[in-house]
């Protein structure tokens, strides 16, 4: 196994490394950071929990110098990751001089402003923000070593891509260029190929989408009764934390408000709208243990890095493969055990089959572990109400085109070749 002394780190930040328990690199560390304190630039391709942070930061803390102005940009597409960013180096760099500076929208800018003028070397910022900074001449970029671009697919999805050029455009031509993403979506390729000196291509585990060291299980219901198996769940998880993900901040909200007042627990949330200290303040309960159960959006949960959750609960099928494994890789981090739970309701049924069948490992099927049968209506089986004397059709299925889409999902789904009725592999 490579050490990072063999990397080439040298002894302050090995000693950093020791005093909170870095003692063998992570596969995505060994590769990157020979490559980044070579001097090329690097595409790194890596899931949630592998530890990409250290890869990028540990070569910038080691090359950049004190005083000597902003030598490195590293751009996030949340307030959360960004922060979480900044700790991290924070940790890694506790022998030096170094000084660092995180820039988001909804702290005061004064406070940044503040910051700047006393000297940072490393900015950790969102694209908004710092642009701002930029043109306000609070944060010169003639110095620029790094830019490092972290879930480079997050913020294209975010809309964050032309911010990400203006910035790529402004800085020094000559300076070394880290992009990690989980996926790499075309327009992520071509930004690579316009702005990147022959990359180091670095891909750990981009075809695994097992969800390995995850005990992974799904739970067939209705959607009224998902808070009632969600409690349950909780508390079946006492002795570890769980994360809750929503699919609106008006669930989220919801959701939370239901466990705090039926499990007793102490539930936090974040989503969009929350002012930025609400946000702060969760965050904080929930890393330090003060918080039970955190609830949370896909876009506000992004950053989250808490090693000791044990339970994730997806309480809304996600829109998609890769947001499923986000999701349920902020447990099982760093070589631990955990489980994750989803929450399909009959009519996302078949948005879960799609992404079922994209896992390597079976997953549990909880219907069939708790007797609970699965009885999606058949609308062709259902009297139609007549009109009455007010010329209104009362309330029911009645819509011939809804009727053939919902017969056409239950025919779609009736077992075969190796599933259950509901059409979702599992392990039984």
Not at 7 to 32: C, W
Not at 259 to 288: P, T
Not at 310 to 330: K, T
């Amino acid at each position: 196994m490579t050490t990072f002394e063999e990397l080439g780190i040298k002894d302050p930040i090995l000693s950093a490394l020791r005093a909170i328990n870095f003692e063998e690199p992570f596969p995505i560390q060994a590769a990157a950071i020979p490559v980044i304190m070579s001097g090329q630039d690097v595409i790194g391709q890596a899931h949630t929990g592998t530890g990409k942070t250290a890869a990028f930061s540990l070569p910038i803390i080691q090359t950049i110098v004190p005083k000597g102005g902003i030598q490195a940009v590293i751009l996030a597409p949340t307030r959360e990751l960004a922060v979480q960013i900044t700790g991290e180096i924070q940790k890694f760099s506790r022998n030096s001089s170094l000084r660092y500076v995180t820039i988001y929208g909804g702290q005061s800018i004064n406070v940044q402003f503040n910051e700047l003028e006393r000297g940072v070397e490393i900015v950790v910022a969102t694209p908004g923000r710092f642009i701002d900074h930029i043109k306000r001449g609070s944060i010169k970029l003639n110095k620029v070593k790094y830019v490092v671009l972290d879930e480079a697919d997050t913020m294209l999805d975010m809309g964050f891509i032309d911010d990400i050029r203006f910035i790529l455009d402004l800085v020094p031509k000559e300076h070394i260029t880290a992009l990690f993403s989980a996926t790499m979506p075309p327009e992520i390729l071509m930004l690579a190929e316009k702005y990147m000196k022959s990359p180091q291509r670095i891909f750990i585990d981009a075809d695994d989408l097992s969800g390995e060291g995850i005990d992974q299980a799904f739970l067939v219901i209705r959607d009224r009764e998902k808070t009632d198996y969600l409690l349950k769940f909780v508390r079946e998880n006492m002795a570890g934390q769980t994360i809750v993900f929503c699919s609106t901040k008006e669930r989220t909200r919801r959701v939370a408000h239901e466990l705090e007042k039926g499990s007793k627990l102490n539930v936090v949330s974040i989503q969009g709208d929350m002012s930025q200290f609400r946000r702060d303040k969760a965050m904080y309960l929930f890393r330090k243990g003060k918080a039970d159960i955190l609830v949370a959006t896909d876009v506000a949960a992004r950053g989250i890095d808490v090693p000791e959750v044990a339970l994730v609960v997806n309480y809304d099928v996600p829109s998609h493969d890769m947001v499923y494994f986000h999701r349920i890789g902020r447990t099982a981090r760093a070589g631990a055990k955990g489980k994750a739970i989803t929450l399909v309701s009959y009519s996302s049924i078949g948005d879960f089959k799609a992404i079922s069948s994209q896992t390597k490992v079976p997953m549990r099927d909880l219907n069939k572990e708790l007797g609970i049968e699965v009885k999606i209506p058949d609308p062709l089986k259902r009297e139609v109400p007549q009109r009455g004397y007010g010329g209104r059709r009362s309330q029911g299925w009645g819509n011939r085109r809804h009727d053939d889409r919902r017969h056409e999902g239950r025919r779609r789904y009736g077992g075969e070749g190796g599933r259950n009725y509901y059409g979702l592999r599992s392990r039984w």
